[in-house]
């Protein structure tokens, strides 16, 4: 099966700064690579993905990269802020039965420093 | 706010009981998850339906017991459980027919097996 590594465990940055995760995975079947973020007791929620046809993706200032090559992908958050905040999952998945079977890295706790 | 309601959003119960986990979701989802998460780890997949039919178990134990009455709600029912059992409880929905996607999470059922 799938095994997705996620690095590093925690982070913390100065508001405005910016932040960078990193994910590896081992299945070179995985076609999909969302991003996750968990706010304290709330569910996961999707902020951005990519999937294995493209190499980049931008979302204001949130920003993936995949390296399809070495299996890694990275999440880039620019001018984080206090809300940026939480716990952020990644994720690898291929089409599985109609459903996604969504592997998810262990995590990372970043926390923004007003 | 979710748009996959998880009732209830806690849950005590002791080893002998018997009780259920509901999950709601009226966004046209043809899939729908379970998952459970420990305090600081990530989401483990435990069951996925596709199109009301179970289509992924992820070798869980008889006492979590799965159901999809039908294309809105999935229940987990639960008994006899064990203390390691407590966690978060994820209900999640997505489309299904074989494109990966978004996966919509609820909020979480937590439980606490005394």
């Known amino acids: 099966g799938e095994n997705v590594e996620q690095h590093p465990s925690t982070l913390s940055v100065q508001e405005g700064d910016s932040a960078v995760i990193k994910c590896t995975y081992s299945?070179?079947?995985?076609?999909?690579f969302p991003w996750y973020k968990q706010e304290l007791g709330k569910g996961p929620q999707l902020i951005i993905d990519?999937?294995?046809?493209?190499g980049e993706k931008k979302d204001q200032r949130i920003a993936v990269t995949l390296n399809k090559t070495a299996k890694h992908f990275s999440l880039h958050i620019t001018e984080t802020q206090p809300e940026d905040s939480a716990v952020y999952f990644c994720?690898?998945?291929?089409?599985?039965?109609?459903?996604?079977?969504?592997?998810f890295g262990t995590g990372t706790r970043l926390t923004v420093i007003p | 706010d979710t748009e996959v309601t998880q009732t209830p959003k806690h849950l005590v119960m002791g080893m002998t009981n018997k009780k259920s986990l509901k999950c709601e979701q009226h966004?046209?989802?043809?899939?729908m998850y379970w998952y459970k998460q420990k305090a600081k780890k990530p989401p483990e997949l435990m069951f996925v339906?596709?199109?009301?039919?179970?289509?992924i178990n992820e070798s869980v134990p008889s006492r979590f017991s799965p159901e999809c009455p039908n294309s809105s709600l999935l229940n987990l029912h639960l008994h006899a459980l064990q203390p390691e059992d407590s966690a978060l409880y994820l209900c999640?929905?997505?489309?299904?027919?074989?494109?990966?996607?978004?996966?919509?999470f609820g909020e979480g059922s937590r439980l606490t097996v005394l």
């Open positions: 999640a929905s997505s489309h299904a027919g074989g494109r990966t996607g978004e996966l919509f």
């Open positions: 299945d070179s079947a995985s076609n999909y």
């Open positions: 990519i999937r294995s046809n493209v």
């Open positions: 994720a690898a998945s291929r089409s599985q039965t109609g459903a996604n079977n969504l592997f």
């Open positions: 966004m046209g989802h043809r899939a």
């Open positions: 339906y596709s199109y009301e039919k179970l289509s």
